[in-house]
């Protein structure tokens, strides 16, 4: 069952659209188990959420997205986890990760325009007690986001080089 489930998320992460008689007739299994499987890692935030990957580059909209290294010194008895609690609930944050490296946290924040992006930082994330400075980077255009190639600069059949 371990191992279905393995393949079963697999699945699901790259086709969140597929039916529980679609992904049991992939899985070679009886589609009640598959549903009661996809139920069960919902309750269990195993599945965490759907997502739908949108082409921000065609859709007509404007949308200002950057990527922030933040510094942060580590809590006595909590760590990070009471600062990425608080960054995480601010609805600019769209991905949040703890790091190895130079920076402690990196987020993926979007807005409509870039003095949004400045304001959340300024007036939110850098006054969080233990937050010791960031690194703004404005993403200019996006090639391939989850899995997903979203550019359609190249040829058809272009290959990338292999070299030994």
Known sequence: MIRMLKELLDLLEKNARYTTTDLAALL????????????????????????????????DSEIVKAVIAVNCMPERDA???RVANIIAKYPEVDSLYLMSGKAE??????????????????????????????????ILKEYKTSGVLLSDDSEDGERLLVTP
Do not use: Q
């Not at 009640?32 to 965490?48: F, G, L, P, V």
């Not at 994330?125 to 010791?132: C, S, T």
């Open 28 to 59: 070679d299994a009886d589609e009640d188990d598959i549903a009661r499987t996809i139920s069960k890692a919902e309750r269990e935030n195993i599945i965490a959420g759907y997502h739908t990957v949108i082409n921000w580059n065609k859709a």
């Open 79 to 81: 760590g990070y986890d």
């Open 105 to 138: 946290f990196l987020l993926r924040v979007s807005a409509r325009t870039m003095r949004e992006v400045s304001n959340f930082v300024a007036h939110k994330l850098a006054p969080i007690e233990g937050v010791n400075g960031t690194e703004t980077m404005f």
